[in-house]
């Protein structure tokens, strides 16, 4: 299984060069079905989604489909993943893509899909690959649980570690380098924090950490 779990997408060279890696292709051949589904949840600011489409754009793919598995049905969405060398899921709200990947019938699909294909996350989208949701925004979790009665706790466990992505970003409080120590002593595992400018390279138990920026690694 290979995965690219980042905090803020393709940012940097190293991260990019990561994916080629993992995808074992020339950017030129490689299709990405980008999921955009964790960010419909909430009115907020979309830059950040403008920003990790246009980091895709950067790198000259051969193809980058946008499949919202809350939105089309399973005929539709089932052809477009399997013909993408990489799964990208954006970020946005952790509960609400959890919740469409057990809803859409995906999380079924996942375990033959990530034979052959890259699972690349950004945010939510790296956060669901964990055993739980225990490293994710509390206050986030608690208001998609009031407006939409649903809770997800439990991850995909596609990794046996936790991820907190944005690291001591000014905009998100709840990823200060204090909080994320807090937050580690509640975890049952090994925690990786990181800022926008790193990301981790999985190839099955192996974990490499890349990129150009700041990172903790707690519980280890």
Do not use: C
């Not at 290979?2 to 950017?27: E, F, H, Q, R």
């Not at 034979?115 to 509390?138: C, F, H, Q």
């Not at 990301?199 to 138990?205: F, G, I, M, R, Y």
Request: aromatic share 10%; hydrophobic share 40%; glycine share 6%.
């Amino acid at each position: 299984m290979k995965l690219l779990l980042t905090s803020g997408g393709i940012t940097n060279k190293k991260i990019a060069d990561a994916l080629l890696d993992l995808v074992g292709k020339k950017a030129e051949e490689i299709n990405i079905a980008f999921i955009p589904t964790a960010a419909n949840a909430n009115r907020d600011n979309k830059i950040y989604f403008i920003d990790n489409l246009y980091q895709l754009k950067q790198q000259k793919y051969k193809m980058i489909d946008i499949v919202d598995i809350s939105a089309l049905p399973k005929w539709n969405w089932q052809p477009r993943l399997e013909a993408a060398d990489v799964l990208f899921f954006e970020g946005g709200d952790s509960s609400h893509l959890m919740r469409w990947v057990e809803e859409s019938g995906l999380k079924e699909l996942l375990p033959e899909f990530l034979k052959t294909r890259v699972w690349v996350g950004v945010s939510a989208g790296s956060i669901i690959t964990n055993p739980t949701l225990a490293s994710s925004n509390k206050e986030k979790a608690l208001s998609y649980k009031e407006r939409f009665r649903y809770e997800a706790k439990n991850g995909l466990g596609l990794v046996d570690f936790y991820f907190r992505p944005h690291l001591n970003n000014p905009d998100q409080s709840h990823a200060s380098e204090k909080i994320v120590r807090e937050t580690a002593k509640t975890l049952p595992g090994v925690l990786y924090a990181l800022d926008d400018k790193m990301a981790l390279k999985v190839v099955d138990d192996k974990v490499e950490i890349v990129g150009e920026g700041e990172y903790l690694v707690l519980n280890k």
